[in-house]
């Protein structure tokens, strides 16, 4: 497991072994976040999407990832 210090309202960790990766996120803002991906650049190397097991829907990891207010966000990385 490695995690990251809060920064604005989010908290992040990933969660890993030799054949998968997660990643979630916190949101505790009261309005969505968009949290820039670029500190979190070792962990996702080699990711290019992940799959929110919550709702099934996925994201690209290109950019900045979008965070509902006062949720979290769950991601199987690819």
Do not use: C, W
């Not at 820039?36 to 929110?52: Q, W």
């Amino acid at each position: 497991m490695t995690h990251f210090l809060p920064e604005e309202g989010t908290y992040v960790f990933f969660r890993y072994d030799d054949e998968q990766k997660g990643m979630v996120v916190f949101n505790k803002n009261s309005e969505e976040t968009s949290l820039g991906l670029e500190r979190f650049s070792e962990m996702l190397k080699g990711a290019t999407s992940g799959k929110d097991i919550l709702t099934g829907k996925n994201h690209s990891l290109d950019n900045n990832l979008q965070v509902p207010a006062r949720g979290v966000t769950v991601l199987e990385l690819d």
